[in-house]
């Protein structure tokens, strides 16, 4: 049986999301099983995913008014990939996150303490950061077991030299 990896990337109004197949002697390569978005998270929202090559596989819309929000739609992606899996296992979630803030620089395992820290730059990307957190929060309360991982927007710019960081050169 092959397990997955899950990919997601939330925007304020959708969660984009992929599945990744890894495979037992694989390498590095991972395949690239399916790809998705709930959009229009809070007003009409739609469900969309296609198949690595691109071909739609499934739609979902919900009715006008409904407010699906980020644990609605991570509901519904977990359901959907439990029951059309074809016996993947997810493994693993990694996350887009925008602000890592002086203290992650690189990809992070989630904790309670690290969304507790994360949550205390929200003032740094209000538009952002909260809707980041969203489907951690919501994974974590469907599958706790889960490791869940963030990278960060900001990680790039802390590997810069220290005088890139302070100029726009």
Not at 42 to 50: A, D, K, L, M
Request: charged fraction near 15%; include cysteine.
């Amino acid at each position: 049986m092959a397990d997955l990896i899950l990919v997601l990337n939330a925007g304020s109004s959708s969660l984009k999301f992929r599945g990744y197949t890894v495979e037992a002697g694989a390498g590095s390569a991972l395949p690239l099983l399916v790809r998705g978005q709930v959009e229009s998270l809070y007003t009409e929202p739609r469900f969309t995913v296609s198949n690595a090559a691109g071909d739609r596989h499934e739609e979902h819309s919900w009715p006008s008014g409904t407010q699906l929000g980020h644990d609605g739609a991570i509901a519904w992606i977990a359901d959907f990939l439990r029951s059309h899996g074809e016996g993947q296992r997810l493994v693993a979630a990694g996350h887009r996150v925008v602000h890592g803030g002086v203290h992650f620089t690189g990809p992070t395992l989630i904790t309670p303490a690290v969304v507790e820290e994360l949550a205390t730059l929200v003032p740094l990307a209000p538009l952002h950061q909260p809707h980041n957190l969203a489907p951690i929060r919501a994974l974590a309360q469907l599958r706790p077991d889960l490791p869940q991982v963030a990278c960060f927007d900001t990680a790039f710019h802390r590997s810069q030299p220290d005088e890139a960081q302070a100029f726009a050169l």
